[in-house]
């Protein structure tokens, strides 16, 4: 079987889907899977951690196939307390982990650098930090409380998803000037194996922020439209 060959499903087993595409293990915290899982199919790793299989495969499936979209069946069956489980695990795995790790390489390699450099490319990513701390803050005190709300039933005035809807931005968008930073204009006399690992780790965020957004605007936004139609707004 090759990866192109079909969309992966709950009963495969975890192990091979893995195999298929390595970018998966970085979706394992995000949902209390731990290696080990033998030759385990993904339905019962699910099973063993509480967690539901069918939003993980398509999640893995919205990771590892660039035309998959999940079919309406599929948003419909998505139970809306796990999906803003994982979204809150998301948040916390790219502050705490991924963009932490990127600010600790760039303090790492501008301390080789000239000040002004340094002062530059360390504003630039605490602002950067700062817009993705406020981005996810908003969901998780506003956005996400509204959803629980509407998904137990109660009618919510005063707000809709269709607020978020239209200001729901990209957080990706900044990585592409700090991308072109090291590749165009940092000075050439600055570690070359330094400046190649912070690249692999800001193009690997990137592709993952930008999964995290279709997420959000392909499956979360139609399931609480949804929601919103059967309780009213």
């Not at 899982?37 to 495969?57: M, N, P, W």
């Not at 996810?136 to 005035?157: D, H, L, N, R």
Request: net charge negative.
């Amino acid at each position: 079987m090759t990866k192109n060959s079909s969309f992966f499903t709950s009963g495969m087993k975890l192990a091979d889907l893995i195999h298929l595409d390595y970018k998966l293990l970085l979706l394992l915290p995000r949902f209390g899977l731990n290696l080990g899982f033998r030759d385990q199919t993904a339905e019962e790793c699910c099973a063993r951690v509480g967690v539901s299989s069918q939003l993980f495969i398509m999640i893995c499936n919205i990771y590892a196939f660039e035309n998959y979209s999940p079919r309406k069946e599929e948003i419909d069956q998505t139970e809306i307390d796990q999906l803003l489980a994982y979204l809150r695990h998301s948040h916390s795995y790219y502050l705490d982990d991924r963009i932490q790790r990127i600010q600790d390489q760039l303090k790492i390699m501008s301390a080789n650098s000239d000040l002004a450099h340094q002062k530059i490319l360390n504003r630039f990513f605490e602002e950067y930090k700062n817009e993705v701390i406020n981005h996810f803050e908003y969901e998780e005190k506003t956005v996400f409380p509204y959803i629980q709300s509407i998904g137990v039933g109660k009618k919510a005035t005063g707000y809709e998803i269709e607020i978020f809807e239209q200001n729901h931005s990209n957080i990706d968008d900044k990585l592409s000037d700090l991308k072109n930073i090291f590749i165009k204009y940092w000075p050439a006399d600055s570690s070359q194996k330094e400046r190649t690992a912070i690249l692999f780790n800001i193009f690997s965020l990137e592709e993952d922020l930008r999964k995290h957004t279709f997420i959000e605007d392909k499956v979360l936004i139609p399931l609480v439209q949804k929601l919103e139609q059967n309780y009213g707004k």
